[in-house]
């Protein structure tokens, strides 16, 4: 083995950028080399990337590098295997596993030459007590490690200054904690570890957490929560929505704190991870305790007692024994003040004063309740001391201040980088001011080019007009010929008809009446279309509102149209304005005859690339499926069409029409 992999398995210390990458290239080394000594190395590193996400792969592999170490009669690897069994097999809920493993990890160093052996049992076991709870006994194998390390500036050496935090932290050393942790996320950003930053964000939430400071606590916990899912992470999702549910549930953001803690709950069920499992179903207990739900609180503490149970956390199953017996106080007050007094004895030797504070904070209250005051007050003053040395605002300060270095240190590092980039941009501006000459040989060159490319686009330009100009014309002579010579061919027959048939005469002329000013208003349609003057969509809304004034307001139908501020700097072309106003008028139309409306409401809105018009009205409505599609509908559809755009229409009987029309901005 070059290096050992303990590290590895928490933090991933490899610099591969994409995991699937990573487990691909591995699972070649290992199909090559499969069953011989060069496979042990790939196995190992398999093992951590599964780590993340599959356990039962994890193991897998482990029993692999286990077997082929056996075959071979050598130790080689084993350090790195020993150590990742030990942390999955507690994080699956199985003690006596990994209390096993750590023993053969521990006879293996005892007989080791290589340094690197001994310093992954001494970090294995700092875990392994931390993971149980027992903080105090944790503590000296993690500095023994860390001291071994000695000026080493791996990712090993990080991910130990990450778990000595945690433990610091752990114990109610706040200001240690995040001392250890702001080194171990530098080293992280220097390695570029992102892996390991996120859990250094997550800690340094931690950290804050315990000093009550929710909004920073938050704000840390969400950076993490963002690298861990570009990474993938689905392990490390876990403790960041665990967290995010924790601080949004001190916040009484209730409905956020359910949301991440029902995330979380569901990826620990499925990884399997007991040890987080019995933290989540806690916080679940806590948020329904501090919501009211004492039933559903018990049912989740039960299940988290369960879990914890299976961890050989001590401390954990004391705490949740504690809120259990908390939640049944109206009948078990003794069996409450004993659990507190278990809590605090277990709190204690654990080295964790914040919950050994919290259990003096209950029991004064509990005595206060009896009216022992003594027993009260003594309690209650050993709360305050211990929560002074763990919550105090000198340690609140000292910590800020700590913040504050590192934002700095980070800024200057920033500043420096941008002034090399400066040096660099010199440098770049120094040469291109040695090729000057030739920039204005060609510049010249460039000009000449330019002004010919310049006369053949006018050229185009004037053709292209040209053609605009004869498409517009034949438009005109289309509508003319379509609409305007339609309706003068049936006004000719029809005036035929009044003069032949005397009876039917003022039915006639009647219909020559109605054709005659359809044909007036398409004369009318056609000119202001063509209009440049028109351009504008100010315009195009202006003869809409005058057109649905003309409609409506005899009908006494009411109506609003909103929304064209957003419309006011754009401009349409003729063709697109018109399709744009006929489809419009052709709604109007159709509301005004058909719909039996009494309001009718038009709003504009404008996104970055498209205009949107909806036109409702609240009349008798009709059902699509079995209504006849007239012309109308076809050519309002055919029009959307040619704008590029879509019409959808929504109505259903007695619901009244939604007619929405969407079209690019071009």
Known sequence: MKKPLFIVLLFVCHHLPAQQAVVDSLKQVVAIHSGDTLSINALNVLAVEYARTDLKKT????????????????????????????????????????????????????????????????????????NIGNFREALPYMLKSLEL????????????????????????????????????????????????????LQSLGNDFLKLDQFGTARTYFEQSLKMKEELKDNRGLVTAWAALGQVNRELSNYGEARIYLEKALAQVAALKLNSEHSNVLLQLGLLEKQMG?????????????????????????????????????????????????????????????????????????YYASKKRYDEAYRHLTKFIQLRDSVQGSLVVLQLRELEKKYQTERKENE????????????????????????????????????????NRYRVINRVRRHVEIEKVRNNIARDLHDDIGSTLSSINIMSQLALQNVDHGPQHLKRIAENSSRMMENMTDIV??????????????????????????????????????????????????????????????????????????????????????????????????????????????????ALGGRLSLNTAPGKGVVVTLEAPIT
């Open 59 to 130: 193991l897998e592999c482990l029993y692999q590098v286990i077997a082929i170490s056996q075959k071979f009669n050598t130790t080689n690897g084993l350090s790195n295997t020993y150590s990742q069994m030990v942390t999955t097999y507690q994080n699956t809920g199985h003690a006596d596993s990994a209390k096993k493993y750590l023993q053969k990890l521990e006879m293996l160093a005892a007989n080791a030459t290589q340094l690197k052996v001994k310093v992954n049992y001494y970090a294995t076991a700092g875990l392994f007590y931390k």
């Open 149 to 200: 390390l000695n000026e080493d500036k791996s990712v090993t050496r990080a991910g130990q200054l990450l778990n000595i935090g945690n433990t610091y932290s752990n114990l109610g050393e706040i200001e240690e904690a995040a001392r250890y942790h702001i080194e171990a996320l530098r080293l992280f950003e220097k390695l570029n570890n992102q892996r390991g930053q996120s859990f250094c």
């Open 293 to 365: 739900n004492v039933s559903k609180a018990r049912g989740f503490m039960e299940q988290a007692h369960h879990y914890a149970q299976t961890t050989s956390d001590q401390l954990t199953m004391v705490k949740i024994e504690t809120e259990i017996k908390a939640l049944g106080r109206e009948t078990g007050q003794a069996e409450l003040q004993q659990a507190l007094v278990k809590k605090v004895l277990a709190s204690s030797v654990s080295g964790d004063k914040q919950s050994e504070a919290e259990a003096h904070a209950n029991l004064a209250e």
């Open 415 to 454: 500043i420096a980088l941008l002034k090399k980039d400066q040096s660099l941009k010199a440098a770049i501006i120094a040469k291109q001011n040695s090729n000057l000459v030739l920039t204005i040989i060609a510049l010249v060159s460039v000009m000449l080019i330019g002004g010919l490319l310049i």
């Open 528 to 641: 202001w279309s063509i209009n440049p003057g028109n351009d504008s969509v100010e315009m195009l809304v202006a003869r809409m509102k005058e057109f649905a004034a003309e409609i409506l307001e005899p009908r006494n139908i009411s109506y609003q149209i909103a929304g064209e501020e957003t419309l006011s700097d754009l401009k349409v072309e003729i063709e697109k304005r018109k399709n744009f106003f006929l489809i419009f008028k052709e709604a109007i139309n159709n509301a005004a005859k058909y719909s039996d409306a009494s309001d009718i409401r038009v709003q504009f809105d404008r996104t970055k690339n498209t205009i949107r018009l909806v036109i409702e009205d609240n009349g008798l409505g009709f059902d699509p499926s079995s209504a006849r599609q007239g012309n109308g509908l076809r050519n309002m559809t055919s029009r959307a069409e």
